[in-house]
DNA sequence: TTATGTGAACGCATTCACAGCC
DNA sequence: GGCTGTGAATGCGTTCACATAA
């Protein structure tokens, strides 16, 4: 596809479905495997088997954002490689603070996927004073009334949300209201935000929930 | 609906799927805030609101499991909530395991949400000698080599993987041959398992690309 | 009158199937 | 011949709309 078509293709882009978007990653995670393997091109089939999903699946995916492989070859590795990251918007810095302090907070400023990933952890809040002063790597945690001020001096991209489900909402209020539009919530709570804003909630109890209904349910 | 009905309606009881499962987890979250609140009834109305949804969402999630209602009434808050935490097999403990000692596996290790909801978490694993024998909480870090003769003993019925993505495939094998049937995942990969085996995969990875692509297309 | 329960209509993601190109 | 790209068909979750019951 030419470059000029894949311009109008992007003019048109609808909306992407989530699921298409979450395969995208997965899809990338496997074509960096073959990468550092060293193998040249990847056919629909093979990725679609490493993503548990069929090739019809991995091609229309693609299809939504041009065509990028070869008819009767499959498709180039690192070439689309560099495709999804530009599409996925991995080919640039993202600046995330976290807001709240506990266990999990904790253990994803310590997490080393996400700068792996281009995202930067900038600053950690939390407003229990006993907290605030703690080191975490090297982040200092700061007083969440902070907040605003700071991301004005230094704006920040994304906010994740691990602070108890009471406080959650208030929370995102604040990170809202300080300029930044995507959220990813930990908070076992439904966000309500406005449409501009985008949310990723990660509800631990309702995947356990889960497990436990298949558990409870079988035959 | 009369149980005899109730019976009939579970014997039928087609696929139900996942999206309404999870929307469940949510209702009874709010359910016990209203329980709390001393509020006796409350309308599909009012929970659609707190979960982001529709009334006859709600309503039709329900009524795949009966008919729980009054009409012209609402819903008696006590006994839905008894009747979700039965249909989510949260009236029983299950037992879980944690195979990975890092810091995502040593955080949920101090989750106070597991114990709330019924699940116990008995053990702790991981393959680093160094982190063999360290304590988090009341449990000490075991040998995953130890893994299939401890759940002989004691079956687990949920494994929680926190293992890094490359062992994550090798780490899911042992514990579907050691007997335990459901899986939470937190490594960055699709596990390839059995269909009888119950899988739900936490990627945190994926969820972070979702955000970064919003951003990145945004007009 | 108010709010549930549910068949029918709808919209959208997935799957199919095949034309098109390497 | 092999594999991609894509309109068409399918399947399924969501929404609608109204009969039903308190």
Request: hydrophobic letters at 45%; glycine letters at 8%; proline letters at 3%.
């Amino acid at each position: 596809m030419p470059l000029i078509c894949e311009e109008i293709h992007k003019v048109f882009l609808k909306r992407i479905a989530d699921s298409t978007v979450r395969r995208l990653s997965l899809y990338l995670r496997y074509l960096e495997e073959f990468e550092t393997r060293g193998l040249a091109t990847i056919s629909s089939d093979e990725l679609a088997a490493r993503g548990g999903t069929t090739s019809a699946q991995v091609r229309k995916d693609l299809s939504f954002f041009g065509s990028f492989g070869k008819r009767g070859l499959g498709y180039d590795v690192p070439q689309l490689g560099r495709r999804l990251r530009e599409i996925l918007g991995l080919d640039r810095e993202w600046r995330v603070i976290i807001v709240g302090a506990g266990n999990i907070g904790g253990a994803l400023a310590f997490y080393r996927g996400f700068r792996q990933r281009g995202f930067s952890i900038v600053a950690i809040y939390d407003t229990d004073t006993s907290k605030i002063g703690k080191r975490f790597e090297s982040l200092t945690v700061r007083d969440t009334a902070k907040l605003t001020d700071d991301n004005a001096a230094e704006p920040a991209d994304i906010a994740v949300i691990t602070v108890p489900a009471e406080a959650a909402q208030s929370v995102a209020n604040l990170i809202i209201t300080s300029g930044i539009t995507a959220i990813m919530n930990f908070a076992p709570v439904q966000l309500q935000v406005p449409d501009e804003i985008t949310v990723k909630t990660v509800n631990m109890a309702m995947e356990l929930e889960g497990l436990s209904f298949a558990l409870a349910n079988r035959e």
